[in-house]
């Protein structure tokens, strides 16, 4: 995380130096759709959810702007500028809600430059507590004060508040300074990827694989936690503004394929994990499929809950976008929290297949990580060398996952 409490220039020196950790650690069989709504058992009948009716969008999910008092340079309109610059399609503005004691509704949300024709901006706030830091996202505004106003109280009746708000709540950063200390039970999603510095979230990729292996079904999300913006003139410069530079809007970008363009699409994709996490908002999108019957017809997604039938199943990892030509991309696959195998990725869409059995006597899940050459972000320059050969990573496919857990 880059937070001004913290000596950057340390950080950045450790991270300059340090190696990027590798990851070691459509039709069938009826596929969980992106409805929240769950079935009943992971045996009874799925709905299929569709591959081809959606689109992707992408964007950041936390970043904080002037009304959290530490950060500098970043009116909200300067964030939704450089968002709508570089092709940003959502945001969501998650200021510290313990600088306005809960009162998110009559700062950020009703700050004038909290409009935008161009980015679905979403509506939420990084819940700051002593037990750590959550951020809630929410397609229409909700009483944010309500959560606040119960964070020291016990998780069930914490739990209460949130599931009668109606909104997302996701574990920032969970495994640094200000872990998340609270129930996981509580959550939808977890920030696997916090900043531009990938090698720093390796703990916080062995939470999820734990979580996902207790059968937890819980969407990896990334999130550039970008406090500091380019200042405007030499006279607003500060001591956090060179931040800016190395961490901005979209280090990490989250990728959701929604079935619309609204802010309600968004969270549901969240919500039920199609979802997969670039460098930046120029680097390729990661796609994962399944084809669960080998017809050559891609059957599910990244984020689709299914049950195994016993029979091999082929999975297909593609990158689409601003590929490096004759670039070598190595795709790493995790099978229940170990590594399955590595397999290059090429073709002009890079492209790798792989096959496997999930077993029908448990729960199974697969996901991808993918390493290969960097992709510039001109508007934040010094980001691609602290990303290093990270590319991306996907969300997990399921088999015999509860979908009433």
């Known amino acids: 995380m880059f937070k001004n409490t913290r000596n950057l220039s340390l950080l950045l020196g450790i991270a300059w130096t340090a190696s990027l950790m590798s990851m070691t650690s459509c039709r069938s069989p009826a596929v969980l759709s992106q409805s929240t709504k769950r079935p009943a058992a992971v045996g009874a009948p799925l709905p299929i959810a569709s591959l081809t009716q959606g689109v992707w969008l992408k964007g950041d999910l936390h970043v904080h702007s002037r009304h959290s008092t530490e950060s500098t340079n970043n009116p909200i309109a300067k964030i939704i500028a ?40 979403l509506y939420g706030a990084e819940w700051t ?156 999108r990661v796609e994962f499929y399944a084809d669960l019957d080998q017809d050559g017809t891609m059957d599910m997604m990244m984020g689709d809950n299914t049950k195994a039938t016993g029979q091999a199943v082929k999975f297909r990892v593609q990158l689409t976008g601003n590929t490096v030509s004759e670039g070598a991309y190595t795709v790493s696959v995790v099978k229940n929290g170990g590594k399955l195998g590595t397999f290059p990725a090429t073709g002009p869409t890079p492209t790798a297949e792989f096959t496997d059995t999930p077993a029908t006597d448990g729960r199974t899940y697969y996901r991808v990580v993918v390493e290969g050459p960097p992709t510039a972000y001109p508007q934040v320059p010094e980001s691609a060398a602290l990303s290093g050969n990270m590319v991306g990573l996907s969300n997990p496919i399921y088999f015999n996952f509860d979908p009433n857990f």
């Open 82 to 121: 450089f968002s709508k610059a570089v092709g940003i399609d959502y945001l969501c503005i998650t200021d510290h809600d313990n600088h306005v004691k809960g009162d998110v509704a009559h700062h950020t949300w009703a700050d004038p430059e909290f409009t935008s024709d161009a980015v679905l901006l």
């Open 129 to 284: 507590t002593t037990r750590g830091h959550g951020n809630v996202f929410s397609a229409k505004p909700y009483d944010h004060q309500r959560l606040y106003d119960v964070r020291d109280q016990r998780d069930v009746a914490i739990g209460a508040v949130k599931k009668d708000l109606g909104i997302h709540l996701s574990a920032n950063h969970p495994s640094g300074k200000d872990h998340f200390g609270y129930s996981y039970d509580m959550l939808e999603s977890l920030e696997v990827w916090n900043s531009v510095l990938w090698a720093n979230n390796a703990n916080a990729i062995m939470i999820w694989d734990d979580m996902l292996s207790s059968g937890r079904k819980l969407t990896g999300r990334g999130g550039s936690d970008a406090h500091h913006g380019v200042p405007d003139t030499p006279d607003k410069t500060t001591e956090n503004s060179k931040q800016a530079k190395a961490n901005y809007v979209g280090t990490p970008t989250t990728w959701v394929f929604a079935t619309a363009r609204t802010s309600q699409a968004v969270v549901d994709a969240l919500t039920n994990g199609r979802v997969s996490v670039s460098t930046n908002p120029f680097a390729p």
